[in-house]
């Protein structure tokens, strides 16, 4: 068969939706397979390796050109996961060999072919693009928001640290609890917890009858990070996405044309 009937192939909607209903087939097994062990279910998945196996050929036989080939992620993403799920536990090494937990990793690593999913539907790729370009967008932001989130820290544990906290009345109802604001970390992890909207009233209300700073400063300081955090955060992480949105369609846009 010539490259070019092998590349009208793999390119072929029917032939892209075979693949994506296989990967699907593949995911539900792996799933069932962790609690109904059965042959007919195991030889179902060496089947479908060698599906999944004779499309990497394809794909590689059927390519444009090996620099297009060689430059999409997503072929690697196929040889490691191929590659991994072809490695027999007997060429491992001893160490590995030995530890269970290793080995049921390595096993676990096969349900990451549902991902790809992403390569043969466009949508879904599309969304992908946009999350793997927001990675740098989004850490600048991340960095942005450890500032405040840092100083909001800072300002909790020296306003609201109790030296006696074991004897109030919120160390009695939950003696597991530690002072929410007792050290840097865990005032890190009471704003965490905040910005979840886990019970952060309960922490405002336990302030308010232990500490000896007017309601209004607690009040203050709680509802101001609930803001901060809810909708600065919530805005800056939209805009980034949907700005990398904009340009990975037109990028799109511009290679169709």
Do not use: C
Request: glycine letters at 4%.
């Amino acid at each position: 068969m010539r490259l070019k009937q092998l590349t009208s192939i793999v390119e072929n909607n029917f032939f892209i939706y075979f693949i994506v209903f296989i990967i699907v087939v593949n995911s539900i097994l792996i799933g069932v397979e962790i609690t109904y062990q059965r042959p007919f279910i195991e030889n179902t998945q060496r089947a479908i390796l060698m599906i999944f196996i004779l499309e990497l050929v394809m794909r590689f036989l059927g390519r444009r050109s090996t620099i297009s080939y060689i430059s999409d992620g997503w072929n690697w993403f196929d040889i490691i996961i191929i590659g991994v799920a072809l490695t027999p536990i007997t060429l491992l090494p001893k160490n590995v060999q030995a530890n269970p937990d290793l080995i049921a990793v390595l096993r676990i690593l096969r349900v990451l072919r549902v991902f790809r999913t992403f390569r043969s539907i466009k949508e879904l790729r599309l969304i992908s693009s946009v999350l793997i370009r927001s990675i740098k967008s989004l850490g600048i932001t991340a960095l942005f928001f450890l500032i405040f989130m840092y100083a909001y820290a800072v300002i909790g544990v020296t306003l609201f640290k109790s030296d006696n906290y074991s004897s109030t009345a919120n160390a009695e109802q939950y003696p597991t609890n530690p002072d929410p604001y007792g050290n840097l970390g865990e005032a890190f992890f009471t704003l965490f917890r905040i910005l979840t909207g886990e019970d952060w009233t309960d922490i405002r209300y336990n302030l308010i009858s232990d500490a000896d700073y007017s309601s209004l400063l607690i009040t203050a300081y709680h509802v101001s990070w609930v803001i901060l955090a809810a909708f600065l955060l919530i805005n800056l992480v939209v805009g980034a996405i949907i700005n990398n949105y904009n340009e990975v369609v037109s990028q799109q846009r511009r290679e169709s044309e």
